[in-house]
């Protein structure tokens, strides 16, 4: 059984960083591409950032560049979030999802670790 | 960037009636070379993580009910529900993944 599970998040003042783990399961995750897509609350999804098979490739949706980081080792099944410089509007629940057939199709989910940023 | 536009924005169907949610993208996620149309659909139980549905449009993922199906092509789609049951109270999102940044619709709730 795929899990995917989240954790690092937690309330941050604006301008503040955290990094976001997400810890694999129950498949091969070195042949998976993964991404993050969040929610705000009482909103719809917005994805966030993709990274290939081998970390060589990765995008991001125009509100996060150079602000947000993606990367994964493949030795311990883990997908990471850097994300600096936070705003009030990165407030949401973050999720981890796992690629399938293509990088953008996510047939799995993790059960999101929440980010609040706020003075 | 690729707009996808959901409606209605909810519907309420009475239970065994049949739920219809139309998505419209503003350009065409169909790519020729494999005739196949990067258009999925999620459903979203309160609460919960979203769960994968429908993929190419048309596919029903594996141990999705045969109540479900996806229509359509190009810039129009269609998923339907043909008997709604208790379980399908939730909130379904359309999402292209034919260029990114790959974008969802707003979601449609969907309500007894």
């Known amino acids: 059984e795929v899990q995917l599970v989240e954790s690092g998040g937690g309330l941050v003042q604006p301008g503040g960083s955290l990094r976001l783990s997400c810890v694999a399961s129950g498949f091969t995750f070195s042949s998976y591409a993964m991404s993050w897509v969040r929610q705000a609350p009482g909103k719809g999804l917005e994805w966030v950032s993709s990274i290939s098979v081998s970390g060589a490739n990765t995008y991001f949706t125009d509100s996060v560049k150079g602000r947000f980081t993606i990367s994964r080792d493949n030795s311990k099944n883990m997908l990471f979030l850097q994300i600096n410089s936070l705003r009030v509007e990165d407030t949401a629940l973050y999720y981890c999802a796992k690629g399938w057939l293509t990088t953008a199709l996510f047939d799995s989910w993790g059960q999101g670790t929440l980010v609040t940023v706020s003075s | 960037d690729i707009v996808m536009t959901q409606s209605p924005d909810s519907l309420a169907v009475s239970l065994g009636e049949r739920a219809t949610i139309n998505c419209k993208s503003s350009q065409s996620v169909l790519y020729s070379s494999s005739n196949k149309n990067y258009l999925t659909w999620y459903r979203q139980k309160p609460g919960q993580p979203p769960e994968l549905l429908i993929y190419?449009?048309?596919t029903r993922q594996s141990g999705v009910p045969d109540r479900f199906s996806g229509s359509g092509s190009g810039t129009d789609f269609t998923l339907t529900i043909s008997s709604l049951q208790s379980e399908d109270v939730a909130v379904y999102y359309c999402?292209?993944?034919?260029?990114?940044?790959?974008?969802f619709g707003q979601g449609t709730k969907v309500e007894i």
């Open positions: 190419w449009a048309s």
């Open positions: 999402q292209q993944s034919y260029s990114p940044p790959w974008t």
